[in-house]
Nanobody, 126 residues
């Protein structure tokens, strides 16, 4: 009954921008920790950006600071990821994740999240 649906991925050139969206249903969106993860073939799933529970704080991986911005629209139960200055190393499947109980100390750990979307593919060419 919980559903997270990502969209907005695509094929772009280095330096371009994309905005990803995640529409959530079946959860109390305002009280859940929400995050973006990404995974490239042969690599571990890694944290990108997200919100703590209640949305009071935002966190970013060092690799995307200054380039990506995470935001949310509570009225539409939607999480966004604005990605600017994209690089080939940003190429991955991007996943939306949600959890009701996660603490800030462990929000970067994918195993701590109970709910996941199916992902949206981002490919950045040189």
């Amino acid at each position: 009954q919980v559903q997270l649906v990502e969209s907005g991925g695509g094929l772009v050139q280095a330096g371009a921008s994309l905005r990803l969206s995640c529409i959530a249903s079946g959860i109390n969106f305002r009280t859940y920790a929400m995050a973006w993860f990404r995974q490239a073939p042969g690599k571990e799933r890694e944290y990108v950006a997200g919100f703590s529970r209640t949305g009071g704080y935002t966190y970013y991986a060092d690799s995307v600071k200054g380039r990506f911005t995470v935001s949310r629209d509570n009225a539409k139960n939607t999480l966004f990821l604005q990605m600017n200055s994209l690089r080939p190393e940003d190429t991955a499947v991007y996943y939306c994740a949600a959890d009701q109980r996660i603490n800030t100390s462990s929000l970067r750990l994918p195993a701590q999240y109970d709910y996941w979307g199916k992902g949206t593919k981002v490919t950045v060419s040189s």
